[in-house]
């Protein structure tokens, strides 16, 4: 026996009993005034911080997707609690419940008497309020030292618990205490509050709790670690007998006959194990999941610092309402799945985004998520961008071009303009680019060369860019300067995948920076919104614990001319009919998009849209672009030599699309303003103006004849590091 602990728990005791019992404390109609004096035994107000509570996540028809939390909760009011649950608990916990006040004299007497006699601390004689106060100090302390405070056995801390008991007791009624009982308390398993217990023990809400069930729960609170049944047989054995205990209980107290108990008594124990999943991992998209969370945690509306984030959105009960569209994504998976296998090593990822809002409608990658090597999954959010949970992204290849088409259009060059192309290009001199600080860079010695997609003659930007051609875009961006392109790319929301800053060389025309599908699609969507660009959009309202709704909208602004954006869309719908993309062909409406193919095949992109919907597609390896290509590969059971932009990515945008717009009426593009930018669509390519054989091969174009003479005769030198070169 050990003597210290019998000693504290019976003055503890003797002293709660014989000294500080008063009829307003008691019920029992002791008084004690010269003790009360000594001890300043006074109601002291209680902190109640809130109870840490689930949040949840909520796809845009309003369905949970994920869910987080620090402890598996979900508060109910008392009316959600079945009423042979309240009977078993006070039955068991505190059967004089609604007849006292903070105290049970009685039942700490009776405390008393048993553990002097049983010689060890076997009952610790608290009622349900005084329970109530210990939980709450426990789940308030933020060390182990204030947790140890909290449930020592001492006289100091059982009058602390008592002055609170008292304050809770004239602060509410005892249907409130018993509710905030009920709530608080942990069950086993993993289980805080009779909701979440009775979910995970019999899997279903405390409502439907029957007599068995509520004595199992009812039994599980003395001591949950002991009793938990998730832990083993013994455990198991161990709750089981405290459940007999309850019933017996409850027959002693008539609340249920003799016969009723023998016949609980006689059943097995269950235990339904009903699994709460938390976290991304479990989520049914675990990848827009992470990009929720890390809009959460990274943004200092919702906390001062990372841990104040994580605590809100562990703990905080919240109700995130996101803008992910089950149809839209389920199309995204069905079209990755049919062209790459999740145990493929090369990696397909796509985003969906509503123009004119932002809206992210999918993500969705061929990898499943999670940690395990073995079976092949992806640790980070491959879909998007590092400050979302992703990691580097992949070079984005020939849909940069897009960039430089719409910097052309805006400087006032048409459809028609263009020159000779031919299969090498090499800059015209040295300081013929320079990046936006007015540094000059690239190799004028480097030849950037076409791909077997993209060849070379005289080109207009119409038939530059269907075919994707290398040089055309090469000789256009130094046409229009280097630090122009890169500004309309940043404009319309282009950002590396790594955070860093956008890396401003010559070639940055061919997509030499990483990126990700979220970022692509969402520059992009500003040519199917006629200008407007806006912030990719997750989470579209938040409702707090109390049912308090804030809502989020749309961060859009203008960034280019309507009638810009137009024409750009107008070149790039040639794309499916004339260009790198006729023969997977169009989604019969009206769609514009361009393909990327990066240099030595390292990546494979499609980046298009209708005026719905824009949407962008990635293929690489994610164990090193350039250490594994995409060449001579197997993906999704299929050989390829070489992968191109059009060979898996835009077979997958286009059957993604098909079923993402599925019922959707189709809206045809603003049609282009044709006396300001010359052409008639995609339906009559300009004819090429002749070559003077002079000059290597003569002026292309009248428009481009200063240009040509401006750049002639320059010397030529080394400036800034050339990256390696990505073709269409």
């Known amino acids: 026996m050990n003597i210290t602990r019998l000693i504290a728990a019976g003055a503890a005791a003797g002293v709660l009993t014989a000294a500080i019992a008063l009829p307003a404390v008691g019920g029992a109609g002791i008084s004690a005034k010269s003790a009360m004096t000594g001890i300043n035994l006074k109601p002291e107000d209680l902190a109640e911080p809130p109870l840490p509570e689930r949040t949840e996540l909520m796809d845009a028809n309003g369905k949970k997707i994920a869910q987080f939390f620090y402890e598996n909760r979900e508060s109910v009011s008392l009316d959600k609690v079945a009423p042979i649950m309240r009977t078993a608990l006070i039955s068991i916990e505190d059967f004089r419940f609604y007849q006292h006040g903070p105290i049970d004299v009685e039942g700490t007497a009776r405390a008393l008497v048993k ?140 609340k249920i006959t003799p016969q009723e108990a023998a016949e609980s008594k006689a059943k097995k124990l269950v235990f339904k194990d009903t699994k709460v999943t938390g976290g991304c991992e479990e989520s049914k998209y675990p990848y827009f999941c992470l990009y929720v969370q890390n809009e959460i945690l990274n943004d200092e509306d919702f906390g001062k610092t990372p841990k104040e984030r994580l605590k809100l959105l562990q703990r905080g009960g919240l109700t995130i309402k996101t803008t992910i569209d089950p149809k839209m994504q389920k199309a995204a998976e069905k079209a990755i799945k049919e062209y790459v296998s999740t145990k493929d090593k090369p990696v397909a990822s796509q985003a969906m985004v509503v123009p004119g809002t932002g809206e992210i409608k999918a993500m969705a990658a061929s990898r499943k998520f999670g940690g395990s090597k073995k079976k092949n999954e992806m640790s980070y959010n491959v879909v998007a961008d590092a400050k979302h949970g992703g990691g580097g992204g992949f070079q984005q290849g020939s849909t940069a071009k897009a960039y430089t088409l719409a910097t052309a259009l805006e400087e006032g060059l048409k459809y028609g303009d263009g020159y000779p192309a031919p299969a090498g290009y090499t800059a015209s001199g040295y300081g013929a680019f320079k990046n936006c600080d007015g540094k000059r860079v690239g190799d004028p010695t480097h030849e950037v060369r076409n791909s077997s997609e993209g060849g070379g003659g005289f080109k207009t930007l119409q038939t530059g860019t269907w075919g994707s051609v290398n040089t055309f875009f090469m000789r256009l961006e130094e046409r229009v300067t280097l630090c122009k392109v890169v500004k309309l790319a940043k404009r319309i929301g282009l950002k590396r995948a790594d955070g860093a800053k956008l890396r401003e060389f010559e070639t940055f025309t061919l997509g030499i920076n990483e990126v990700d599908p979220v970022t692509v699609a969402s520059t992009y969507a500003v040519f199917a919104s006629r200008g407007q660009y806006c912030k990719p959009l997750a989470i579209t309202e938040i409702k707090d614990r109390d049912g308090k709704a804030t809502q989020y909208k749309p961060k859009c602004s203008k960034v280019m001319e309507e009638e810009v954006a137009d024409a750009v869309s107008g070149i790039l719908s040639g794309v499916f009919t004339k260009g790198t993309m006729r023969e997977v062909g169009g989604i019969g409406r009206d769609a514009a998009g361009k393909t990327g193919t990066t240099d030595g095949y390292t990546a494979a992109w499609f980046a298009g849209y209708t005026p719905n919907l824009a949407s962008a597609v990635s293929l690489g390896d994610p164990r090193g672009a350039f250490t594994h290509n995409l060449i001579g590969v197997t993906i999704g059971g299929r050989y390829y030599s070489y992968v191109y932009g059009a060979s898996i990515s835009g077979r997958i945008w286009k059957q993604a699309m098909l079923g993402a717009l599925k019922g959707v009426e189709p809206t045809e593009f603003t049609p282009v303003n044709h006396d300001r930018f010359g052409g008639c669509g995609d339906n009559c390519a300009p004819k090429p103006k002749k070559e003077k054989k002079a000059d290597q091969g003569g002026p292309p174009d009248d428009f481009f004849d200063q240009f040509n003479r401006d750049n002639n005769g320059r010397g030529r030198g080394r400036g800034g590091d050339l990256p390696i070169t990505p073709a269409n």
């Open 115 to 254: 553990n002097l006699t049983q010689g060890g601390v076997t009952q610790g004689g608290s009622s349900i309020t005084q329970q109530y106060v210990k939980q709450v100090l426990l789940n308030s302390a933020e060390t182990k030292e204030e947790q140890a405070a909290a449930i020592e056995t001492s006289v100091g801390r059982k009058l602390n618990e008592l002055r609170y008991a008292m304050a809770v007791e004239k602060k509410y009624s005892k249907d409130q205490i018993l509710e905030k009982y009920l709530n608080i308390a942990y069950f086993g398993a993993g289980a805080h509050g009779i909701q979440a217990a009775a979910k995970r023990f019999f899997g279903k809400p405390a409502s439907a709790l029957n007599l068995v069930e509520a004595a199992t729960l009812a039994g599980a609170v003395q001591n949950p670690n002991r009793t938990d049944p998730n832990v083993s047989k013994a455990s198991r054995e161990l709750l089981k007998a405290r459940r007999n205990v309850v019933l017996d209980r409850m027959a002693e107290l008539g």
